[in-house]
């Protein structure tokens, strides 16, 4: 097998150790050569970069494993680029949310206002990384996961149509098939799922065992029996076991398929409103908890000079996922993951340019989608509704349109109404001046 080259954008993330992690124990089906971490943030990224080091000489030491900030270094000679970067870092998405909830209105990173402002800040900075890797290495496979994924993945299909090596993932179906798995225990290995819809706004329409049943019935009557939480419950925070807990809502309401965890904050927005603190949102939850929690661990691993027994791992399941998307596209394994894909077809009633989440089989041309085929009027029209949100917001960025961005935020379900639409983007204006371009 072939001995890869990593690259991971973004080094200073939180999600880094997982990553790192999971690189250290899939050697056997993903072979590395070297690993490098690459951010813009050189003193976030050395805290990480250590622990990696520790973990790299204990775990891999044939592994060659460095951290950088130098572009050339980072991208040249890379096979797979892990992405996953936070422009503005947490401060710009505290904002995100606590401006809507102002307005009385949904604040979350990635869906409704927040989502736009996220993405009008991304675009820009994922270009850049898109050709700067290609400078140094055409060939490279890039997975990526900056939030809002959606947007990005609209609006680099729109920089580069003809790139087909970039592969936009999420971890949230994997994250529920995990739940799904503890709930009626049964290894998530062997689900075989099938989804569709956009990211963080789709539904799993079946979940078959390995012998072709369904489980999805029965995963749904156990959700509406007992309710549903996260399969890593233990280490969630409050807000995480909330949003679990609204799955069995959206099931009462709307049995038919089982909804991503997003959904909630469009098909109620006026009770999601109504939960959340604008003085104490998820980013403050994020920087007292998780942020201090992956930097302490990360010090006193260096502190001590070993990396074992540690406890810097807060999800398994984004590490995993990236590190095994990129084994089976590598070695050709032909696994199913949920991904991130132009439609060309493969749900029968919906735009072919409309980027789309669904299940794909994944192998060295990359991912082939299962067909969908029809979807019912509801789901149509939410994601068409949804859908033209996130184009009119590229297409904002692109052309540097208020109108555009209005019509946007007017459109998307958390606002509706067009004068607090208003309000709210003349207020992300102000704050994101730094990051986006000027709409006129
Ligand atoms: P974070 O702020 O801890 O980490 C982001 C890192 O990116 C920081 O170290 C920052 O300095 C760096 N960075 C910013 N701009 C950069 C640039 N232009 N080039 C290189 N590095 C840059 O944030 P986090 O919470 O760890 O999340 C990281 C990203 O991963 C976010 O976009 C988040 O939404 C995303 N994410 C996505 C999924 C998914 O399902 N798709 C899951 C988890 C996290
Ligand atoms: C899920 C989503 C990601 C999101 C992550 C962390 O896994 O799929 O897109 O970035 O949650 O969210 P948090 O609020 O914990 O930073
Ligand atoms: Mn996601």
Redesign the pocket.
């Known amino acids: 097998m072939k001995k890869n080259n990593i690259v991971l954008?973004?080094?200073?993330?939180?999600?880094t150790p997982g990553i790192l992690k999971a690189l250290t124990t899939h050697l056997e089906k993903f072979p590395l050569n070297q690993v490098v971490l690459?951010?813009?943030?050189e003193k976030?990224?050395e805290v990480i970069g250590k622990f990696g080091e520790i973990l790299f000489r204990e775990e891999a030491p044939e592994v060659n494993f460095i951290y950088t900030t130098d572009k050339e270094v980072a991208y040249k000679n890379v096979d797979f680029v892990f992405c996953?970067?936070?422009?503005g870092?947490?401060p710009m998405r505290e904002q995100d949310e606590k401006i809507p909830l102002n307005f009385g209105v949904v604040g979350q990173?990635?869906c409704g206002p927040g989502g736009f402002a996220y993405g009008m800040r991304?675009i820009r900075?994922m270009i850049?990384?898109v050709q700067d890797v290609r400078r140094y290495s055409p060939d490279a496979w890039i997975l990526n996961?900056?939030?809002p994924?959606a947007i990005v993945a609209l609006a680099l299909q729109k920089a580069f149509p003809n790139d087909k090596k970039i592969l936009n993932?999420?971890?949230?179906p994997v994250n529920l098939l995990r739940s799904y798995g503890r709930l009626i225990s049964y290894d998530y290995n062997k689900f075989e799922p099938r989804y569709f819809g956009l990211n963080h706004f789709g539904w799993f329409t079946n979940i078959y065992d390995e012998n072709g049943n369904d489980l999805a019935p029965k995963i749904k009557e156990t959700v509406l029996d007992g309710g549903f939480r996260p399969a890593d419950a233990e280490q969630r925070d409050q807000s995480w076991l909330d949003t679990y807990a609204m799955v069995e809502t959206m099931l009462n309401d709307f049995p038919e398929y089982l909804p991503n965890t997003y959904l909630q904050y469009y098909l109620y927005p006026e009770y999601k409103t109504s939960t959340l603190d604008p003085n104490y949102t998820r980013a403050n939850e994020?920087m007292d908890g998780r942020?201090k929690k992956v930097f302490g661990e990360c010090r006193s691993i260096v502190e001590k000079g070993t990396a074992k027994d540690s406890h810097v791992v807060h999800n398994d399941a984004?590490g995993d996922m990236i590190v095994e998307v990129a084994a089976s596209i590598s070695n050709n394994l032909k696994q199913t993951y949920i991904v991130i894909v132009p439609n060309n077809g493969i749900v029968a009633n919906l735009p072919d340019d409309v980027m789309i989440e669904v299940a794909a089989s994944l192998g060295i041309n990359g991912p082939q989608p299962y067909s969908v085929g029809h979807i019912d009027t509801f789901y149509k029209g939410l994601i068409e509704n949804q859908h033209a949100f996130e184009k009119l917001t590229v297409e904002s960025y692109f052309e540097g349109s208020y109108t555009k961005a209005l019509q946007a935020l007017t459109l998307n379900r958390t606002i509706v109404d067009a004068k607090k639409a208003r309000n709210i983007l003349d207020a992300l204006i102000e704050a994101n001046k730094d990051y986006w371009p000027e709409l006129k």
């Not at 954008?9 to 999600?15: E, K, L």
């Not at 996953?84 to 422009?87: F, G, K, L, W």
């Not at 993932?169 to 949230?172: A, E, H, P, R």
């Open positions: 954008v973004g080094g200073g993330s939180t999600w690459y951010d813009i943030d976030r990224q996953q970067m936070r422009t870092g947490y990173e990635t991304s900075d850049e990384m996961y900056t939030n994924a993932i999420c971890d949230q994020v942020e984004h």
